[in-house]
């Protein structure tokens, strides 16, 4: 496996999931890494001693990226004691089912606000010194459901949320090319995670997890690695001629809203 030399990265949401397996990744190429949490600081604290029991450097660093000074701050620490961030990986995120009855101001504020504010917050964090330096990679995490997929029910809102960050994806990396900076996304299907198995009990999550495998042409759900193969993949050094595309990696799903798409 080739080693990045004089990488930093910010992996919001980091702690858990896909943020974890991306931040191991991540390490594993020679990147040091930031793992940001909101509330888990266990976990955060348990990889980051993973990570340095394998050679690696790993800092974690607690804030909510709703809260832009938090978000300022933690980018500033990162920087100190790791190094000039080359990688920002917006991987934190919420979700929130609600239907059209069920809708109420507060919940959908929050939701926006993390999943919206936090990637706006991240990359207002460092894209001066990426500009600086004439260098960075940026990578957003989105949803399949942003491409209006109807696999889960109550899922509009959370949807309209990371339709929002494609569409910032992409108007971003119009904006930061000429800096040398790249901004992509990965949009998973369904993946083995906290996040969606949540509160289900085991024969719950074995009936979501047989629906969603069902339509995808890969016969299955995904696990978090493969989210991450992903990012580090548009992470990468050698990746400077990717930029504005939000890459699903779902399984070849079939479920999806097709009209007028």
């Given at each position: 496996m080739p080693k990045w030399t004089n990488q930093t990265a910010l992996v919001t949401g980091g702690a858990r999931g896909i943020g974890a397996a991306t931040c191991r990744?991540?390490?594993?190429?020679?990147?040091?890494?930031?793992?940001?949490?909101a509330r888990r600081a266990d976990a955060a604290q348990a990889l980051v001693a993973e990570i340095t029991a394998a050679g690696g450097r790993a800092i974690a660093v607690q804030a909510?990226?709703?809260?832009?000074?938090?978000?300022?701050?933690?980018?500033?620490?990162?920087?100190?004691?790791?190094?000039?961030?080359?990688?920002?990986?917006?991987?934190?995120?919420?979700?929130?089912?609600?239907?059209?009855?069920?809708?109420?101001p507060k919940g959908f504020a929050r939701?926006?606000?993390?999943?919206?504010?936090?990637?706006?917050?991240?990359i207002r964090a460092v894209v001066a010194g990426m500009r600086e330096r004439r260098y960075g990679r940026i990578v957003n995490t989105s949803s399949i459901a942003s491409f209006g997929t109807c696999g889960f029910a109550g899922n509009h809102f959370y949807a309209s949320t990371k339709a929002e960050v494609n569409i910032l994806t992409k108007r971003f990396a119009l904006e930061l090319g000429e800096h040398g900076i790249t901004v992509n996304a990965v949009a998973p299907g369904l993946i083995r995670s906290d996040m969606t198995q949540g509160s289900?009990?085991?024969?719950?999550?074995?009936?979501?997890?047989?629906?969603?495998?069902?339509?995808?042409?890969?016969?299955?759900?995904?696990?978090?690695?493969e989210i991450a193969r992903a990012i580090t993949f548009l992470a990468a050094p050698d990746s400077g001629f990717i930029?504005?595309?939000?890459?699903?990696?779902?399984?070849?799903?079939?479920?999806?809203?097709?009209?007028?798409?």
């Amino acid at each position: 496996m080739p080693k990045w030399t004089n990488q930093t990265a910010l992996v919001t949401g980091g702690a858990r999931g896909i943020g974890a397996a991306t931040c191991r990744m991540l390490a594993a190429h020679g990147a040091a890494v930031a793992v940001n949490y909101a509330r888990r600081a266990d976990a955060a604290q348990a990889l980051v001693a993973e990570i340095t029991a394998a050679g690696g450097r790993a800092i974690a660093v607690q804030a909510d990226v709703a809260d832009e000074p938090a978000v300022q701050a933690m980018a500033a620490r990162t920087e100190a004691e790791l190094g000039p961030i080359t990688i920002l990986v917006n991987n934190a995120g919420i979700g929130w089912a609600a239907t059209i009855d069920t809708w109420e101001p507060k919940g959908f504020a929050r939701l926006r606000a993390v999943n919206v504010d936090g990637t706006i917050h991240a990359i207002r964090a460092v894209v001066a010194g990426m500009r600086e330096r004439r260098y960075g990679r940026i990578v957003n995490t989105s949803s399949i459901a942003s491409f209006g997929t109807c696999g889960f029910a109550g899922n509009h809102f959370y949807a309209s949320t990371k339709a929002e960050v494609n569409i910032l994806t992409k108007r971003f990396a119009l904006e930061l090319g000429e800096h040398g900076i790249t901004v992509n996304a990965v949009a998973p299907g369904l993946i083995r995670s906290d996040m969606t198995q949540g509160s289900r009990t085991p024969a719950e999550w074995e009936t979501m997890r047989e629906n969603f495998a069902r339509n995808a042409m890969a016969g299955r759900v995904g696990e978090p690695e493969e989210i991450a193969r992903a990012i580090t993949f548009l992470a990468a050094p050698d990746s400077g001629f990717i930029t504005a595309q939000v890459l699903a990696v779902d399984g070849g799903r079939k479920d999806y809203i097709g009209h007028g798409a």
